[in-house]
């Protein structure tokens, strides 16, 4: 304030009187003189000061993003339009070339421009995924347009658009056909799809068929599956028959291998054969009937294969079957696999596919298919023995704990049984174990034999034996006989030769003829 006097108070240039205070004209305005002005000036249309407290017209400018005309008025700058006292920047896909006031102008359709504040129509540029055409943009082949968002989208993969626009939509291919990806813009984009082959004469594509496949998007022929593998249900591909598995690589199928079973289609790996079963060769493909109870064991892979029950044999790989018994005087063990697990009784041997007694002479004291022992000597047994104390002192001596040779004149048959000689017969030696054991004493000669046992004649006059079991007698030497003397019958030696004749040769019976013919053939 300016005082020309104390009671003398004006505002100065650029200010306004409000009530006792002089207060800067605000921006967008100014005040030019002295003294107590109760408003500032407005400054004219489109103009602004930069600064308050303005006081000259000279201080309004034109507002920001405005210029001066050519007859100096201000207008909003091209690219800018107004609102309100403001010039604002042209909003997104509009643009403004010119000097003025007036509105931004739109893109043409499916155009915008990258920023605000846009000056001609060269800033309008396609949209995303818009083409430039003779007026705008619009959808390029292979592409259809999307109302929200404003999008042109490629045809999806089965479809194909052949010409740029926006009304039109994309066209199917035809049946059991398909396009590689989403986009395509030609109808020979459409192929067979995989399990279809393309025929020219029908000008379509059509299933494959037998045992042919075709993995392929595409028009080529259908191919036959490997060995031992066949079409899944779409013919894109070929799987594993049951009995069959790919080991190396897919679709190269290989027998399941021995003991392993495959019942399904695919390339799954064949799965081990339960415990105790098995297949009669590769390829089996199916769990009962490929894996089989081994040799010893009944019933079935998928409810179990069991040990047969003991005294019963089953050979070889089979389904349920009748068991084989096991021969007479045996048993077996339960999971007998052939007869050769059926073992003897004690007592008994195995005699090719049966088990015969143990033989004389020997036992067998377990179970089992050994041949059977000898007894120890001098023991002997009955057939059939099952025990070492069934060995008991065999022929030619006696006893029980200990076995003893059999006395002399009798003979032992073993089994604690004696006999003793009949009479005029004898041993020489203990240990005698049968009737011809005992020979005609000393005194007799043997003449034959009756009912086994040796008949025995007295030695005639003249003649002796000296031991048992001869056949003929000795005569007496010369100078025994000079004397005159004649000897009597039976005589067991030379010095017999001396005894006078006692008794006539009559003893036992025996006729006087058998004697004198016994002297006429005796030996000197």
């Not at 995989?194 to 392929?216: I, R």
């Not at 009597?488 to 013919?517: H, V």
Request: charged share 15%; with cysteine; aromatic share 6%.
């Amino acid at each position: 304030m300016y005082a020309d006097s104390p009671d003398a108070c004006l505002c100065s240039p650029g200010a306004k009187r409000v009530g006792d205070t002089c207060l800067a004209c605000p921006i967008g305005s100014y005040q030019t003189e002295l003294g107590l002005v109760d408003a500032c000036t407005v400054c004219p249309s489109n103009r602004t000061t930069w600064y308050e407290g303005s006081t000259s017209l000279t201080d309004c400018n034109c507002r920001l993003y405005s210029l001066l005309d050519d007859v100096g008025d201000c207008h909003c700058a091209p690219g800018y339009t107004i609102s309100g006292v403001d010039c604002v920047a042209c909003e997104y896909s509009t643009y403004k070339p010119d000097l003025g006031n007036h509105n931004c102008t739109a893109c043409p359709p499916f155009t915008r421009t990258v920023s605000t504040a846009s000056k001609s129509a060269a800033a309008c540029v396609c949209k995303t995924s818009f083409v430039p055409a003779a007026v705008g943009c619009t959808c390029g082949a292979g592409r259809y347009r999307q109302s929200s968002p404003d999008l042109c989208v490629p045809c999806p993969a089965g479809a194909y658009k052949e010409e740029a626009g926006v009304s039109a939509g994309c066209s199917t291919c035809p049946v059991f056909s398909s396009t590689f990806a989403a986009g395509s813009k030609r109808a020979s984009d459409c192929l067979c799809l995989p399990g279809y082959e393309y025929e020219a004469d029908v000008m379509d594509c059509m299933p494959c068929t037998g045992n042919t496949f075709k993995g392929a998007l595409a028009n080529s022929a259908c191919q036959e599956c490997h060995a031992g593998s066949q079409p899944d249900e779409t013919r894109s591909l070929c799987q594993c028959r049951p009995g069959y598995a790919a080991y190396s690589a897919p679709g190269s199928c290989q027998l399941c291998p021995q003991d392993t079973w495959k019942d399904a289609v695919g390339d799954q790996h064949c799965q081990l054969c339960p415990p105790h079963s098995g297949t009669m060769h590769a390829g089996a493909a199916s769990l009962d009937a490929g894996c089989l109870c081994n040799a010893g064991y009944n019933g079935t892979a998928s409810s179990g294969c069991a040990p047969v029950p003991a005294g019963v044999f089953k050979e070889g790989k089979g389904p349920v079957q009748a068991f084989q018994p096991c021969p007479a005087n045996s048993q077996g063990q339960p999971g007998a696999a052939s007869v050769a697990d059926c073992l003897c009784n004690a007592g008994y041997a195995r005699a090719g596919d049966t088990c015969v007694p143990c033989s004389a002479g020997t036992y067998k004291a377990a179970v089992g298919n050994v041949a059977c022992p000898r007894c120890p000597a001098p023991r002997t047994s009955h057939a059939g023995a099952s025990t070492l104390a069934e060995c008991v002192c065999g022929p030619g001596f006696l006893g029980y704990d200990v076995c003893t040779p059999c006395p002399t004149d009798s003979y032992c048959l073993g089994f604690n049984v004696q006999e003793p000689c009949p009479n005029t017969t004898g041993t020489p030696e203990e240990g005698a174990s049968e009737l011809a054991d005992c020979l005609c004493e000393p005194g007799y000669f043997t003449n034959g034999s009756a009912s086994g046992a040796a008949v025995c004649v007295p030695c005639g006059v003249d003649v002796f034996t000296d031991k048992h079991g001869s056949e003929t007698c000795t005569r007496c030497a010369v100078v025994f006989l000079a004397a005159g003397r004649i000897t009597t019958c039976g005589l067991t030696g030379q010095s017999g030769c001396l005894s006078p004749q006692d008794e006539l040769c009559n003893r036992a019976g025996f006729p006087p003829s058998l004697f004198s013919a016994n002297s006429a053939n005796s030996s000197l």
